[in-house]
């Protein structure tokens, strides 16, 4: 319950925490807490919560403190990542404010959509470090997909070398390759800081990321533990075991980054797994037929046997 | 305090308020005292709280339910409509129960982005209509501009057969023109409630859309006595000096229909006629620049002018 | 058919042909002719052919040229502009080579959607430059509202620097007045050119714009006599006149900026006037019914009877 | 040369052909036919041309038809479908009786932008089937990623039972799997005729989709031959070593489907098969850096060997 603060040295596997709610849509604490253990003995480095996948929109702001605070409670030194994102100024700072009094590490912020050029950006985001002070670490969310605003390398290096506080690059733009690589290059110029860069898009292109120098993975795929060894063979410099591994589970990396349906099918999986006691969402919200659990079936019934003939088999039972 | 419910045979003006702040940004509850005293003088028939227009989305949810219950104290008799879209249907449900006990008439729902296909509407509002019961009278609030989201006559009319509680279109398609005649003309078919139609867009076509049907404008021009003496024109079956009237203002409701400068025009005008005591918007919102304001003031002056010429100068100053 | 290239001190009204065809759709090269004169007699000072209104991307590649071919051999002295976008640039090079030789004095061009940040904007141009070379004067479309490409001052003024044959700024983004301002003010720098500025978006916003620092217009609007009247009113100094002028069109400016039906309510207008044979568009388009015709009828009679009242009356008559 | 018609009982791969370009920019016509031998080595069953990812938008009139002619030259008797999207539906007609004469076996249209509701839909492609005539077999491309139109299960039933020229459903939708089950269990309905389906989306989830009921896939992925085996090991049904030997391609499946940078990747591959004189796009087009080359590299390693260690080596060298 006292984590450090989020710097630009955070590494590894930062699991996007989904929500859990009842049958009837109630929030379920329970389920926050037998979650927040399913995801340490996955062994994730970190958490997010209240991240778009976190259905964070549907809660009410009561309900978004008492998520932060449960997973807190449970979470030992992991440090955690609140996403903080709103259309208004002033809600994203008592938002900020709030989670890092329940103990958060540090805040996550999405560009509102309609931000117009790379100054509107700067300008932004220079409003966002103004108004939260220089002692809450700020993590860039750049996923243009959903906001529509393109983050230029160079309106980032701008932030970076203005704002202290800004120490994370989540990063899921696409195409990203060669942003991720043009920030890294960016950041030999003497006197600019390295900052953490952790990869999204569910880990589509997670081994191509982390070859790049990415410092791990922020996303809510359901098998959190490829994530996490993943991870930890680049981290030992073994690059194509790491990918071996990974190319076992893209099958269902690439399922669950569906649009729309994605969601629904990780809380399957995190159900099956006995993580969360429903798979169910608040409406509005994604389901999956019968047609769509046999599919799923079959992926895990291939995944299991490429992992056993692999001499990965026994990991996956990681509850 | 006990105005009746919205029904189908609502009519008139209903002023899509502004929310005002003070100059640091702190919600100000007596300019929204003001403000509504400013709007009654104007003789607007009910109030439209919570929109898009009322920076909505940058109050808390207290701040939210203070201003409805602030502007139902002072508002009489004159009927209240309340935004409540929001991403989670369990919030809109809440929003919506809130604001009926606040006093409010009835609840305004726009489209969540990424709704597809007629189908997608139709469920939509469905769920809706299922979640809030049959006792909350409830406006469609059709703006594809922002919400992405396009209804077809034919969903709307689903929609009007299947739920009485459906009372009223909020209408600023845009074009928008053939779509108002269209559902005038569905109306005919036997059985079929008519509905209220309500029109938005600034009011850029206002004396089009009466002519065609409509029963009075939802929207927040800055000058309410307009839209309401054009409204009252229109009852009295004349149409060309109602049209006449709107006309002289037209070069106004066109400056204040600009995107992302409209509302600081609009607060600036209700703040120069005394209504409210900044024309603070939270911030991230536009402001004027000294250029801005001197336009403004030509445009006013002109405006004054040509009110004076045509013999309604008088009327100007409803304050 | 011998105009002088496009250059910086471009004035006036460039009116957005529109693109004739007869009532079965082929190319109506007779009603170009009668288009082309009656513009002549509205006293245009230039044309733009080939433009998003001009329903370009429904010709063929011999059509275009026919048009421009066919409006250069009546156009005397008046410039022409041909608007040349294009998904490739080696098409952009060879219909803007086709257009100079057939006697075009610069061409327009719009970025393609999907440019990424401000130096894909200014990149994306300076390839356009160096495939068309030091000769051929550019005009920049800058309209967000179609493209989704937000053109930033400071790219603008980079280009306007490093490229001499970028000559015009078609200026229709909005919100849109302070950006011209803007791009104004910077031209203060010493040594920066000041280049032409032709405002569109129907020219809702014309006056304010010719006050804010515009050359003129460069717009489709069903009675150009009006463009170019109030364009020789702010020439001569006399912007109150110029704009009282201009109100008593504003419900017709007004009513022709609705999207989509626009352009048939434009047709319709020339067709009425007698400039073209037929207000039919190529498939797929909008049309009129019978009571957007009556609609018009209205807007038209109340037209004629303020024009009458305010002494313009016998300018309608242009043709 | 002479080609059956496409029916709805088309089956199988057919490969979106890039288009080919010398270094400097020219149509590469050579490289056209040892491309087309390349694909009919792979096994291919028919060819889709002038798709979005052909180019097709950056050719003029005259290199579209050539390409065409000299891809049926050396077709044989495989199906040849022509991509004839345009803005104007006379040139979708024109188009199409060029690509018929010149020896195709059937059309493919997108819907334009800006198509509103289901009966928009309905209505568009009514419109074109009526300008094709009967005569002329025609594949609906459902793309909304790009197009941004919708296509609803029951709009497409309704073109299905209304026009006998609509043969195929081009499936890119995403999420799409429960639309392709939904439209094939609507097929179900005594006297609705089934389409063929083939699916998009760079194969990303061609094994679930084909045991959804999917004919097979029309995509552009630079190991054409992987596509063929996968598609008849599901004929023979042997649906688990289907999805054995897709899984192995699978990463270059994924990294091929990059926004931007996956034609640039695709024709990278291509240029190394031999299959094309040079991975040139027309510009504006992407291009890779010499670290986008290192990371093809690996990911070309990495196949080889799990294809050699799977038994499969010796496929990959189909040319």
Chains 1, 2, 3, 4 share one sequence.
């Not at 702001?61 to 979470?75: F, G, I, P, T």
């Not at 509102?112 to 966002?128: E, F, R, T």
């Not at 680049?234 to 194509?240: D, I, L, M, N, Q």
Request: with cysteine; charged share 25%; aromatic share 8%.
């Amino acid at each position: 319950m006292s984590a450090s603060k989020l710097s630009e040295n955070a590494k590894g596997v930062y699991i996007i925490a989904a929500t859990p709610f009842t049958d009837d849509g109630a929030l379920d604490l329970q389920s926050v807490d037998t979650l927040t253990e399913f995801y340490l003995r996955c062994g994730v480095h970190g958490f997010t919560l209240l991240g778009m996948m976190g259905e964070a929109h549907k809660l009410t702001a009561d309900e978004s403190l008492a998520v932060v605070q449960r997973v807190v409670a449970r979470a030992g030194d992991r440090q955690i990542i609140v996403g903080v994102s709103h259309a208004g100024l002033e809600n994203v700072r008592r938002l900020s404010h709030e989670a890092m009094i329940a103990g958060a590490s540090g805040v996550m912020v999405a560009p509102p959509p309609g931000l117009k050029g790379d100054d509107g950006v700067y300008n932004y985001y220079a409003q966002i470090f103004q108004a939260l002070g220089p002692d809450i670490p700020v993590v860039y969310q750049d996923y243009p997909q959903t906001t529509g605003v393109y983050l230029a390398p160079q309106v980032f290096e701008r932030l970076v070398d203005d704002f202290k506080q800004l120490v994370m690059l989540k990063h899921e733009d696409a195409p990203g390759l060669a942003k991720l690589t043009r920030v890294r290059e960016g950041e030999k110029k003497p006197g600019r800081r390295r900052v953490s860069i952790l990869v999204g898009n569910g880990g589509l292109y997670y081994p191509q990321e982390m070859r790049r120098g990415a410092d791990g993975a922020m996303t809510g795929f359901a098998w959190p533990e490829m994530l996490v060894q993943v991870y930890e063979l680049f981290a030992k410099g073994e690059a194509e075991k790491a990918e071996d591994l990974f190319d076992i589970y893209l099958p269902l990396v690439r399922h669950e980054v569906q649009p729309a349906i994605g969601l629904a099918l990780r809380k399957e999986v995190l159900f099956r797994r006995g993580a969360i006691k429903s798979p169910k969402q608040r409406a509005p919200g994604s389901s999956l037929t019968a047609h769509d659990k046999a599919e799923l079936d079959t992926l895990i019934k291939r995944l299991e046997r490429r992992l056993a003939s692999s001499g990965h088999g026994n990991k996956v039972a990681a509850e």
